[in-house]
């Protein structure tokens, strides 16, 4: 059996190169990063609006509703939708941004005494005697933002690129 022998010439310069471009790439997902938090947000407050709005519309009104963006879009069913009444759970959805470097996490969700409400809401479950069913909110604004999330870090890669 033969041996195979091979040298790897500029191996520093490669190093080098890796660490430029991983240097431009960490600012760049922080931003990312900071811009996917703001999209899933408004999302999520989008969703939270839009069933509010519908539940409190008229069967008549409902059906227009329905037939003017039910084509693709989100159509909100006050039986199967939260139903906002104050508003407070829309408004206390945060979002944040933490880590350094390539470990950057975002979080997006309700935040203070809205937590318990809002995760009622979202999966189901009981509250003193009453059974609430599932009303999500969360999880498709998070469906619906996945594309621009993408994007935003396709962005932030190629721009990483692009600069060398």
């Given at each position: 059996?033969?041996?195979?022998?091979?040298?790897?010439?500029?191996?520093?310069e490669l190093l080098?190169?890796?660490?430029?471009?991983?240097?431009?790439?960490?600012?760049?997902?922080?931003?990312?990063?900071?811009?996917?938090?703001?999209?899933?947000?408004?999302?999520?407050?989008?969703?939270?609006?839009?069933?509010?709005?519908?539940?409190?519309?008229?069967?008549?009104?409902?059906?227009?509703?329905?037939?003017?963006?039910?084509?693709?879009?989100?159509?909100?069913?006050?039986?199967?939708?939260?139903?906002?009444?104050?508003?407070?759970?829309?408004?206390?959805?945060?979002?944040?941004?933490?880590?350094?470097?390539?470990?950057?996490?975002?979080?997006?969700?309700?935040?203070?005494?809205?937590?318990?409400?809002?995760?009622?809401?979202?999966?189901?479950?009981?509250?003193?005697?009453?059974?609430?069913?599932?009303?999500?909110?969360?999880?498709?604004?998070?469906?619906?933002?996945?594309?621009?999330?993408?994007?935003?870090?396709e962005k932030a890669?190629?721009?990483?690129?692009?600069?060398?």
């Amino acid at each position: 059996m033969a041996d195979f022998e091979f040298e790897i010439r500029g191996g520093d310069e490669l190093l080098k190169g890796f660490k430029r471009v991983w240097n431009a790439l960490s600012p760049n997902m922080r931003r990312a990063m900071e811009r996917s938090t703001i999209i899933i947000q408004k999302k999520v407050r989008e969703q939270l609006s839009l069933a509010g709005k519908a539940a409190r519309r008229s069967k008549a009104s409902q059906r227009a509703f329905r037939k003017q963006f039910g084509r693709g879009g989100y159509v909100p069913n006050p039986t199967k939708h939260l139903r906002v009444q104050t508003g407070t759970l829309r408004r206390s959805i945060q979002r944040e941004v933490r880590g350094e470097g390539l470990d950057i996490e975002g979080k997006v969700g309700p935040g203070g005494l809205a937590k318990e409400y809002a995760t009622i809401h979202e999966f189901g479950g009981t509250a003193g005697r009453a059974k609430i069913p599932a009303r999500p909110y969360m999880a498709p604004a998070f469906k619906d933002s996945k594309l621009s999330v993408l994007k935003e870090i396709e962005k932030a890669v190629t721009g990483a690129v692009g600069e060398f």
